[in-house]
């Protein structure tokens, strides 16, 4: 089989972009990630990140005909546009290191910001925890939400879904009591819930079907509680 | 102890953040050191998150013996008593340890849930779903930011292990890394260096092992000394085929019904419920790689290396033979003999980065030596230059895939050992005929591949050595003989290098 792909392509932070198109000859069961390897015999092979090849480790996110998607696990079997092209581009919400390789360390340090962190745990529902412990971190949801990367409404960036949703996970696993409330006074300042518009279209984004509405729903709810808690006991 | 406060001045230096490396930080920090994590990439995207199956606790002393004969008499000779009966008397408590730290392990009523995965007479391994890789990494991730959020401990993310930093007395002192994305060279100066960097798994094909398990830092462990044991034993495991890897079937999977023969894998016993819980996202690719249905057809399976059983040599207290250099998770051998009791593995990994931390937390405390740091850095500076200027005519994943080819003849199937020779040439070439097209110095991965590449030829060549001193064919390749009945061969005696 063939088929065509179109890589935008940029040779460091803040370059222009470029579009390449490349010949593919593929086999079935192939996926757009083995493209882009296979095209690394040439030179200069497309810089891109990739490591456990089976959707566990969320490096391969890229978009992939405009939508963002683990490039490991999607087929190349018709994905094919009308021309008979695949367009591959970066994240469009993190800043570019090469081609397909962004930096989204903004991820890791907002999770320290809201102190989405863990400590003393308790004993939950394991297969609950299981599903929500199963992100992996790929920032499908941030690319999907109108609001994650979009103008700073309160002078500090929203968080966005995952964020959220890790912040309830430490709020599910989380004993103490103190810790819970620091979490929920970061999530209701700038850049937190509030700037969540519920637009709700990281839930279909996600490819590990993170409850990611409900997460949100029930941050809402805690730091709803919180709040009027807090200005009661002033 | 609060998080913030720093009790002891030691400074620990702690390389790879999967599940080792993460539990030697934790256990480091518990013990009141300062930890700097150096990582290729975060926590959250180690191998480790793709790792499945779970770990083998038994309960009470009697149980615990019962468990070290099943793994003595599953690796066979070889298999190291002692490091069998430390890991199977720590399993109990490791198991709460995690269970503190927000691992949601499978219950039972109010205890675990125990199964019996194959090789082991009783019930005894626990799990968490389909992806007790993931879990086990979002747990410890989450505990781990708690100290960074205080102060306590520095994520490197990004940084490619260079140069180990050797002081006058040939003491290890430190690590210079290269940052991924820009080719920066930094020293990391510490007290006492943890190298838990993964295994060698992707180098053997056919390969259900990560991009990144190439073997590279404890080869240059290796290279400045640190002896080798059994690094030429690879653990195997029924795998479905896909196109740029194989897909390992998940052990849990296996035990609740999933048939597999040499050739084939039957889901159909199985209900949607069962393949999600145990399977996770395991029958939807292996759908889609194969081009089967497994709710009607059989899945094709073969054999395909899930990772390494040996690695570098440790002693009780996971010191390697470089001074000032500990070891563990896969990069560290776990005595394990001929193939691992399944289930042991992981055990085994986050045991020794239990005691590895712990050892690095207790190393002496002395002032740092910027002059060697520095020498270092410069060495490594100098060596990213002659990459760039190199004007042979391999490329370095050229060189690396003739490196694969040669040590998939030795330790596949085949048990072929003409590789030693063909590895003296190839470690010729190295020097003469390499040549990185690409020379640009933002994310330049075959840069980073040629800086790796002397490491990767040493620890090759000293694998298939060994490997031929064994004078055996490897074991488990009989293909997938622990989960499909075929009887196991059990090689020769141990052989370090
Ligand atoms: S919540 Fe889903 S989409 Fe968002 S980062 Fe996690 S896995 Fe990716
Ligand atoms: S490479 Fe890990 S998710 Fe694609």
Known sequence: MKTRLRIRRQDGPGQASRWEVREIH????????????????????????????????????????????????????GLADKDGLVTVEPLSKFPVVRDLVVDRGRVRADLLHMDATLGETRIGDPSRVQDLAACVACGACLEACPNYGASEARGVPFIGAVVLHESRLANLLGVDKVDRAVRLEALMGNGGIADCGNVQNCVNACPKDIPLAESIAELGRDTTVHAIKRWLFR | MAAGSASNPCRVLVIGAGMAGLTAALSALERGASVVLLSRFPATRSPSSAFKGGFNAAEGSAEVEIHVADALAHGGPGTSEAMARSRAQAAGGL??????????????????????????????????????????????????????????????????????????????????????????ARAFSADAVVLAAGGAGWLVKPTACALDCDGAAVGLAHRHGARLQDADRLAWHPSVPGPDKDLAVPPLLLVQGAKATEDTLDLRGLGKPAWKRWGGSFP??????????????????????????????????????????????????????????????????????????????????????????????????????????????????????????????????????????????????????????????????????????????????????????????????????????????????????
């Open chain 1, 26 to 77: 593929h086999e079935e069961g192939h996926t757009v990630l083995s493209a882009l390897m296979e095209r690394n015999s040439e030179v200069p092979p497309v810089a891109l990140e990739a490591s456990c090849l089976e959707e566990a480790c969320g490096s391969c996110a890229m978009l992939i005909n405009g939508r963002a998607r683990l490039a490991c696990g999607t087929l190349l079997e």
């Open chain 2, 284 to 497: 939807r690719l292996a759908a889609a790689f194969s081009g089967k249905n497994p709710a009607g057809e059989l899945l094709p399976l073969r054999s395909a290396v899930v990772g390494s059983l040996g690695g570098l040599r440790v002693d009780e207290d996971m010191a390697t033979d470089l001074p000032g250099l500990l070891a563990a998770g896969e990069a560290a051998s776990g005595g394990f003999g001929a193939r691992a009791l399944p289930g042991d593995e992981a055990l085994a990994w986050l045991h020794q980065a239990q005691v590895a931390g712990r050892s690095a937390a207790g190393a002496k405390v002395r002032e740092a030596e910027p002059a060697e740091a520095l020498r270092a850095q410069e060495a490594t500076v100098l060596r990213l230059r002659a990459v760039h200027a190199a004007h042979g005519s391999t490329s370095p994943g050229g060189l690396l895939a003739e490196l694969s080819q040669e040590l998939t003849l030795a330790l596949g199937p085949g048990g072929s050992l003409e590789a030693v020779n063909a590895l003296e040439g190839l470690a010729a070439r190295v020097e003469s005929d390499l040549w990185v097209k690409d020379r640009s110095l933002v994310a330049n991965a075959g840069t980073l591949a040629a800086l790796d590449l002397p490491a990767s030829l040493a620890w090759a060549r000293s694998v298939v050595a060994t490997a031929a001193a064994r004078r055996t064919a490897p074991p488990d390749v009989v293909l997938n003989a622990a989960w499909t009945g075929a009887g196991p061969r059990i090689a020769a005696e141990g052989v370090g290098a």
């Open chain 2, 95 to 184: 198991a709460e340890w995690l269970a503190r730290q927000g691992l949601p392990f499978d219950r039972d009523g109010a205890g675990f849930l125990r199964q019996s995965l194959p090789g082991s007479s009783r019930p005894r391994t626990l799990s968490a779903g389909a992806a007790f890789g993931r879990q086990l990494i979002h747990a410890l991730d989450g505990q781990v930011r708690r100290f960074e959020r205080a102060g306590r401990l520095e994520r490197a993310d990004g940084w490619h292990l260079a140069e180990l930093i050797l002081d006058d007395e040939g003491r290890c002192r430190g690590a210079v890394a290269v940052h991924l994305h820009t080719l920066e």
